[in-house]
């Protein structure tokens, strides 16, 4: 079983940055891959960035690539979502995910964190 909490969303103008967390219990998050994903009112979830287990290995959506910087300590059982040169297209709840494959498919993650709200003013 792995609990996810995620933090750092917030209020921000439009070419800021925020880092997301996402810390997890339980002494088995090393063996998680870890995906970022978001839901804007209305439209349904949507894939961000994932990381494999090791932080070797990530995946991005081409709505996010070059901004956007995914990676995770598994000493601290955290995972973090960098986002640089926010848009108002950004805004969202962002929820982070833990599964056993590193796959871009949010049916395939099995633990789901609460979610946080990052709004990008224009």
């Known amino acids: 079983q792995v609990q996810l909490v995620e933090s750092g969303g917030g209020l921000v103008q439009a070419g800021d940055s925020l880092r997301l967390s996402c810390a997890a219990s339980?002494?088995?998050?090393?063996?998680?891959?870890m995906g970022w994903f978001r839901q804007a009112p209305g439209k349904e979830r949507e894939f961000v960035a994932a990381?494999?287990?090791?932080?070797?290995?990530?995946y991005y959506a081409d709505s996010v690539k070059g901004r956007f910087t995914i990676s995770r300590n598994n000493a601290k059982n955290t995972v973090y979502l960098q986002m640089n040169s926010l848009k108002p297209e950004d805004t969202a709840v962002y929820y982070c995910?833990?599964?056993?494959?590193?796959?871009?498919?949010?049916?395939?993650?099995?633990?789901w964190g609460q979610g946080t709200q990052v709004t990008v003013s224009s």
């Open positions: 990381i494999s287990w090791s932080g070797g290995t990530t």
């Open positions: 339980g002494r088995t998050f090393s063996r998680y891959a």
């Open positions: 995910a833990a599964g056993l494959m590193l796959v871009v498919t949010r049916n395939e993650y099995d633990y």
